[in-house]
């Protein structure tokens, strides 16, 4: 039997944040400035790593703003 592995995924993780003026649109909490470290990954193998910077909500998560490196 032949075994089809083409699962491709994407990880994201925040390497570091710190607070920003700035509330979330969603549930009005206070927003973070961070970096972020995206891999994809090949049958969760990472062979890509993207680092970038974000705004994100310190409750929820949502990433408000994104900035590309
Ligand atoms: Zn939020």
Do not use: E
């Amino acid at each position: 039997m032949v075994c089809f592995c083409f699962l491709v995924d994407q990880k994201s993780v925040v390497r570091r944040s710190k607070p920003v003026a700035g509330t979330c649109s969603r549930c009005r909490h206070g927003a973070l400035v961070a970096d972020m470290q995206t891999a994809t990954r090949f049958c969760y193998i990472p062979f890509y790593w993207k680092s970038w910077k974000a705004i994100v909500c310190s409750f929820c998560g949502s990433i408000l703003k994104s900035y590309n490196t």
